[in-house]
């Protein structure tokens, strides 16, 4: 509770009176003195009871209407109140709507009507969560003497989302297993997230959920099944180099990157399983969430998630369009067990050796350090673009050698171009090189590969190239 001026100006004339009373010896001006003074105390108790019992018979209900919207798109904010039929001493409502949203509208209620709710839309430029407090009741007395505040109600949090690609699709050799955000058709099946035991293919289980790789094998059909388990820790490898950022402003690779690590993660919390985060730059690690379950991991990765951005290579040290070349050349060759491979691959990139070449790389070292922490057989979902083939496939093999699985999820360059594609065969060209790469890695054992692209970002490419041959 917290006097107001006019308290404290009417308690200095009951201490005057008594103070000059008792100079002038007048009983009066003591008596009339003290009964000012005991006037306030007994309008402050009823100042107090009163503002008790109006809190114990007032309900607060705050409410948010969406809880998710993009940058820039307002959210509702309403405040309901339950007030009993003389509610005293009670004045105003504000809403603590966050700071660094704008709001539209009035965000305090005075209670001297018959309104009992407030409602108001703020928006927010800048991605994040954001947290809308409990509102703010005000009780003042009738001769403002006498003024508190008091929270009431239920907090409530809106998430923001950057204005991020819609149209992620996740395919393996075109065949699509990811619809658009946050829809899901992969042929994992839907047990969980963790790889299990393979067993024979029964009359009746869906086509999707064959194992082709393990059909091929043994010859014949065989399904291979996923556990909601969390005994095996998930970590989610995600490459913002500066290679990354290639592509039209909020479609760039990173951005389609990460909308499928934010539905990999929303995939885990629906299940509670364990997981974690690592995020790689051109320098190295920027930042790693070791694994773990329950609300604030899920959070604090989804808040990393939201806040990277493509890194800036270092000077001297970005690849030049035929320096690439030849690494994704040298990283076929390596894969290559013909004697043709075998003999053209010594010849082919710098002095040093390929493992060695790749074991400097930041995305392989950030797997091979990260790995040697974690016990039991890890599961490694690693995001990337085909900009350095040969990491990538170092990487599946080296969570091989290390027990665990991998799926990558590679955004192929040749269909992040820009507005239309410069040449429709040199682009398919390029995409069917790519398709070749993902298969190889796909074909290695415990290692799954897909494509991640813009929308139906393959049928245009073959559409566009069928028309540019007739």
């Known amino acids: 509770m917290r006097a107001t001026r006019r308290f404290w100006a009417t308690a200095g004339v009951s201490i005057s009176l008594v103070g000059l009373g008792a100079v002038l010896s007048e009983l009066s001006l003591v008596l009339g003195g003290v009964a000012v003074g005991s006037w306030l ?28 919207v993009l940058e820039s798109q307002p959210v509702r904010i309403r405040a309901s109140l339950s007030l009993p039929d003389d509610s005293g001493p009670l004045r105003r409502v504000d809403l603590d709507v966050p700071l660094a949203a704008e709001t539209a509208g009035e965000t305090t209620l005075d209670i001297d009507g018959d309104s009992t709710s407030l409602a108001v839309a703020c928006t927010a430029s800048v991605a994040g969560r954001y947290t809308v407090g409990e509102p703010t009741l005000t009780f003042r007395d009738s001769y403002g003497l006498f003024e508190t505040t008091v929270t009431e109600g239920n907090t409530e949090s809106f998430r923001v989302e950057p204005n991020a690609p819609r149209d992620a699709r996740v395919g393996s050799g075109g065949d699509q ?58 970590v989610i490898f995600l490459d913002h180099r500066a290679s990354t950022a ?92 013909s004697p043709f491979g075998r003999t053209l691959e010594p010849y082919v990139g710098n002095a040093e050796t390929y493992v060695e070449r790749v074991e400097s790389d930041p995305l392989f070292t950030a797997v091979r350090t990260t790995l040697s922490r974690v016990s039991g057989d890890p599961w490694v979902l690693l995001l990337t673009d085909d900009t350095n083939r040969a990491e990538v496939y170092e990487t599946g093999k080296l969570v091989r050698r290390l027990g665990g699985y991998t799926s990558a999820f590679i955004a192929p360059g040749s269909l992040y171009q820009g507005r239309g594609l410069p040449d429709a065969e040199t682009t398919y060209r390029e995409y069917r090189d790519f398709e070749e790469f993902r298969r190889q890695l796909g074909g290695l054992e415990r290692v799954d590969a897909y494509e991640v692209t813009p929308g139906e970002a393959v049928q245009s490419v073959l559409q566009q190239r069928q028309g540019a041959r007739r």
């Open 41 to 68: 105390l007994a309008h402050q108790i009823a100042f107090v009871t009163k503002t008790n019992a109006v809190l114990d018979e007032t309900t607060v209900t705050q409410s948010l209407t969406p809880r998710r």
């Open 177 to 234: 297993i990811s619809v658009g955000y946050g829809e899901h058709e992969a042929n994992r099946g839907s047990g969980g997230l963790d790889p299990g035991e393979l067993r024979k293919y029964l009359p009746g289980d869906p086509r999707n959920r064959i194992d082709w790789k393990a059909t091929a094998r043994r010859g014949e059909p065989y399904i291979r099944e996923f556990e909601s388990s969390t005994d095996r820790e998930t």
């Open 246 to 337: 290639a592509g039209q402003a909020g479609r760039t690779r990173f951005d389609y990157l990460r909308e499928v690590a934010l539905w990999l993660l929303d995939r885990a919390r629906d299940m509670d399983d364990p997981v974690g985060l690592v995020s790689v730059g051109d320098e190295g690690v920027t930042s790693r969430i070791h694994p773990g379950a329950g609300i604030e991991q899920y959070r604090r990765i989804e808040t990393a998630l939201y806040d990277l951005e493509p890194t800036e290579a270092p000077t001297g040290r970005t690849p030049t369009r035929q320096a690439e070349a030849t690494r994704q050349t040298a990283a076929r060759l390596a894969t290559d067990e």
